[in-house]
């Protein structure tokens, strides 16, 4: 880890190669945005605390994270690596199925998953970690939007 890193922003960068950051889960009691946290809560049949999380590598990470079907929580343990691209066997099967996986609202929340584990193993999580930061912001405001959104919810303005 680098020493610039702290653990709380460490947390938000999922294991699978996913930014936490901009995860309902995640960012809609930092914004007090109660409603996605409701709506996941009833979907998935769970309490809204079980779906609120404070990132992957957190102490608080949501129900559905924490049972991570596809399987890189126990896969991450068994290789001794925290992320997928500190493995050897990095991209695998695994991170492939994943990428093609999860597509809301026309959005693909895994299209990058590979390309940004890549760009870790390069570039570092620090510049990871900036990169992200910078696409969940609306341009026009500033706000930090949900991934699964095509439209500011600050201003209105589209941003996919």
């Not at 945005?33 to 957190?58: K, N, Q, Y």
Request: net charge negative; with cysteine.
């Amino acid at each position: 880890m680098n020493k610039h890193t702290s653990d709380a922003d460490r947390s938000l960068i999922g294991i699978c190669g996913l930014y936490c950051g901009t995860c309902p889960s995640y960012l809609a009691p930092r914004q007090n945005d109660l409603e996605p946290i409701r709506a996941r809560a009833v979907e998935w049949g769970l309490s809204e605390e079980e779906v609120t999380c404070d990132g992957c590598l957190s102490e608080r990470v949501a129900k559905p994270c924490r049972g991570c079907v596809p399987g890189f929580r126990e896969c991450a343990r068994e290789h001794s690596v925290t992320w997928c691209f500190e493995c050897g066997e990095f991209p695998c099967e695994r991170n492939w199925r994943f990428r093609d996986a999860h597509v809301v609202d026309g959005i693909s929340h895994h299209e990058h998953v590979i390309d940004d584990l890549e760009h870790m193993r390069t570039h570092g999580i620090e510049s990871w970690l900036a990169t992200q930061r910078e696409r969940a912001k609306c341009a026009t405001c500033g706000r930090t939007n949900y991934w699964c959104v095509s439209t500011c919810a600050g201003c209105g303005t589209k941003i996919r």
